[in-house]
C-alpha cells in the first residue's frame, strides 16, 4: 500500500504562482510513475503532468511551459510548480502514484485561481 497526501493549493491572482507538494509513504518501491491530475466543478479528471522512476517527464498541452513537475527521492516527495496562472487552472488537484496495477490517490487540494 502507497500513501499518498498532497499539500499546497490556495487562492492566487491569476499570472501568479503556487508549488503543490505530494508526500508518499508506504510501499513506494513498487511507484513506477507519479502523476497530478485535476478535476475542475462539473467536468472530469483530467491529467496534467507524470514523471517516471526515471525522471522523464511529460504534460499536458494545456499546462506545457507553465507547469514543472519534479520529485526529491531523499523526501519521497514530487512537487508541480505551478507558474503564470490562469482562472482556468482552477480545480482539486490530486496526486497518483501508478505500481503497475494499480493506482492510487491522494485526498487532493483545492487551487483557486482569481482576482
Known amino acids: 500500500q502507497v500513501q499518498l497526501v498532497e499539500s499546497g493549493g490556495g487562492l492566487v491572482e491569476p499570472g501568479g504562482a503556487l508549488r503543490l507538494s505530494c508526500a508518499a509513504s508506504?510501499?513506494?518501491?513498487?511507484?513506477?510513475?507519479m502523476r497530478w491530475y485535476r478535476q475542475a466543478p462539473g467536468k472530469k479528471r483530467e491529467w496534467v503532468a507524470t514523471?517516471?522512476?526515471?525522471?522523464?517527464?511529460n504534460y499536458a498541452d494545456s499546462v506545457k511551459g507553465r507547469f514543472t513537475i519534479s520529485r526529491d527521492n531523499a523526501k519521497n516527495t514530487v512537487y508541480l510548480q505551478m507558474n503564470s496562472l490562469k482562472p482556468e487552472d482552477t480545480a482539486v488537484y490530486y496526486c497518483n502514484g501508478w505500481d503497475g496495477p494499480k493506482n492510487y490517490w491522494g485526498q487532493g487540494t483545492q487551487v483557486t485561481v482569481s482576482s
Open positions: 508506504g510501499s513506494i518501491f513498487s511507484i513506477l510513475d
Open positions: 514523471i517516471t522512476r526515471g525522471g522523464s517527464t
